[in-house]
């Protein structure tokens, strides 16, 4: 797979989620926000919801690192693909918001 | 092209040629894929989407609608219109009588006077937002233009109440009440994480979601694709007769507007319909309904968190 540009590294990091989260249970997240607002609404969807994420971060993680984060640093949304794992976003992200 | 928020509704339109479906974005027809399945033609269009546009979080609002399995019980079906436009409300607790419930956040009382005030973060033709940032009970927002697409027997059948914007020039109208309004209902055998708070005694919706979630019946029924089958059910028992083209299902405050497919496939794709996704509602017959499914209490569920 090639990856010229951050829309590539960007691609890449829906595909692992959207793998994972149907691997554990969960649905595609392109169902819309209001869906998965509902979703939220349960506990147990949030702890798997959460595991899922983390494990596609640790997946997305060992990509980039492997074969485009040296090539290209990138400003992807939230940090993807810069120098920043990940995983340690989505931890920052969970600790703010209470997860 | 870049889109800098995500997670637009892109109105698409398919077809099959010979034993191949063809997809593609009705404004944008040279984004397009194709695939031996529609499943797989979709998942493509997603690809395609995303690579033209940034946007990986992309949804797809097909016309004519996605092709569906059967499922048993089911009569027939409504369309919700799923709002994404995204809102936070700045005087949550002013808009209902009893202020915010201390332990889950729902409105208690009724609504108040006051208008709705918003920050607008993505002014799609319809929206929502919560009434304590990401927590409470989530209202439902309209554009002007929606509401001109609705008929005047249709919008006489609901309170729309003018909405205060901090920003933008959209004019927006709060769904604050409905004389057609039905409930959620359980699906007999359906496992669902369904809570009740222990002060003010609201419980959050039945919503079937996750592998785990769905009866036997049903999931049996769609083949194991569990994650394509509809979130949310009502009962045939509960609509009115004759049933109107549009009504509200879910629970006030949390009105959610919902159509037959007939009066939606009218409005798809309609100017003043933008940022509307629409999810499946089934009917279905009340041997299939679970009418008391169980209850845990907020305080086991939750402790101290918010929904």
Redesign the interface.
């Known amino acids: 797979m090639h990856f010229e540009t951050a ?1 590539d590294i ?2 890449q ?2 595909y692992y989620m959207s793998a994972i989260l ?1 691997a554990t ?11 998965w ?9 949030r702890d ?1 919801l959460k595991r899922a994420m983390l494990r596609g971060a640790d997946e997305f993680d060992r990509w980039c690192a492997g074969r485009a984060r040296e090539r290209l640093p990138g400003t992807g ?1 939230g940090g993807i693909g810069s120098e920043v794992s990940l995983r340690l976003v989505l931890e920052d992200y969970f600790r703010q ?2 997860w | 092209m870049v889109t800098t928020v995500e997670g637009r509704v892109f109105v698409c339109s398919w077809r099959k040629v010979g034993d191949r479906i063809q997809v593609w974005v009705r404004d944008l027809p040279k984004l397009r894929s194709e695939g031996a399945t529609f499943a797989e033609a979709d998942e493509a269009l997603w690809d395609v989407i995303c690579a033209a546009t940034g946007d990986g979080e992309n949804i797809h609002e097909y016309d004519p609608p996605a092709p569906v399995t059967r499922l048993p019980g089911v009569s027939s079906e409504l369309v919700l219109a799923g709002c994404e436009g995204l809102a936070f409300i700045t005087n949550g607790p002013d808009l209902f009588a009893g202020g915010l419930c201390p332990q889950c956040d729902h409105a208690r009382g009724q609504r108040t006077g006051q208008p709705l005030k918003l920050h607008v973060v993505r002014a799609d033709d319809a929206g929502r937002a919560k009434v304590k940032q990401y927590s409470g009970s989530r209202l439902k927002f309209f554009s002007e233009v929606f509401l001109s697409l609705l008929r005047p027997a249709e919008r006489a059948q609901f309170e729309f109440r003018s909405v205060e914007c901090d920003r933008g020039r959209k004019i927006f109208f709060e769904l604050a009440g409905s004389r057609v309004h039905v409930p959620l209902v359980a699906l007999r055998g359906a496992s669902l994480d369904l809570w009740v708070c222990d002060t003010c005694g609201w419980g959050n919706q039945p919503m079937h979601a996750g592998m785990g979630s769905f009866p036997a019946w049903l999931s049996d029924a769609a083949d194991g694709r569990w994650f394509e089958l509809p979130a949310w059910y009502v009962s045939a028992a509960g609509l009115p007769r004759p049933l109107p083209t549009c009504l509200t299902v879910g629970r006030a405050p949390e009105y959610a507007l919902c159509f037959t497919r007939r009066r939606w496939a009218e409005l798809v794709g309609e100017r003043g319909a933008r940022g509307i996704k629409s999810h499946r509602v089934p009917v279905v017959s009340s041997e299939y309904v679970d009418p008391d499914p169980p209850r845990r209490l907020h305080s086991e569920v939750w402790g101290q968190a918010r929904p």
């Open positions: 829309v960007h691609r990091f829906h149907i249970g969960l649905e595609s997240p392109n169902r819309g926000e209001e869906f607002e509902d979703r939220l609404q349960s506990p147990a969807s798997a949304r918001n209470g």
